[in-house]
């Protein structure tokens, strides 16, 4: 989740309306940015948990394919969730 209000209240800063629609895209991009980095270092901290023995100079083949194997899982699940929550959106508009 966000620290930042995505209905942004910009009425009284000078903005026209399409200045505040700008700055909404950009936040919205931003917030995109961050939860992104916040989902890398997420599988990043799991899969070094999980794979990493102790860490050396070369990954081995089976730390390598571990690691490989960890974020894969990791990136289809969060894909599958993902659209779970479409569909689930979707059916709720018609």
Known sequence: MSD???NLDLAG???SPAEAAELQ???AVE???AQF??????FMDVCWDK???RPGNKLD???ESCLVSCVDRFIDTTLSITNRFAQIVQKGAH
């Open 13 to 15: 800063t000078g903005a």
């Open 25 to 27: 895209r950009m936040l």
């Open 4 to 6: 930042f209000d995505s």
């Open 51 to 53: 794979c990493i023995d």
């Open 31 to 33: 917030q995109q940015k």
């Open 61 to 63: 083949s089976r730390t």
């Open 37 to 42: 980095t916040a989902q890398v270092h997420n």
